[in-house]
């Protein structure tokens, strides 16, 4: 028997599921309510999720994260489409680990060089590249 999930965008009164959830995968964000969140529930139960973030009036593609059980089936790439849906032509950045380069090429993402990110963009890259490693990349 096949799978069966839903991709839709997160009514306010779920984000605390939202963030139960991404506590499940071992990240601790709180969302804001500026935020738009993209959510994959199978059963009334929430298996990924995406947050388009505004910050400093730039739009910021923040913590894709599908429940390891339910990875390799596509819902990432759902969850992201959704969200460049929602873009509507906007640009929007993302900062994801390098061997994720492809996937969102894939997507219509295009690596861009970090010295052209917004000045908060590039202290959050650089700050992250002291712990791990990532990329910078947007679409638009």
């Not at 295009?110 to 990110?117: F, I, K, Y």
Request: net charge negative.
């Amino acid at each position: 028997m096949g799978w069966m999930f839903a991709i839709s965008k997160a009514k306010l009164n779920e984000y605390k599921e939202v963030e139960l959830f991404y506590n499940t995968v071992g990240e601790d964000d709180v969302l804001d309510l500026s935020e738009i969140v993209f959510v994959a529930k199978e059963n009334d139960r929430i298996v990924g999720a995406v947050r388009l973030v505004p910050e400093h009036e730039v739009l910021v593609m923040r913590t894709l994260n599908v429940a390891v059980e339910h990875q390799q089936r596509g819902i990432g790439t759902l969850l992201v489409r959704a969200l460049i849906t929602d873009l509507e032509g906007r640009l929007c950045y993302c900062l994801p680990y390098p061997h994720l380069k492809k996937f969102y090429e894939q997507l219509g993402f295009r690596e861009v060089d970090s010295e052209a990110l917004p000045t908060f963009l590039f202290e959050r890259y650089s700050e992250y590249n002291k712990s791990f490693a990532v990329i910078t990349m947007a679409i638009n």
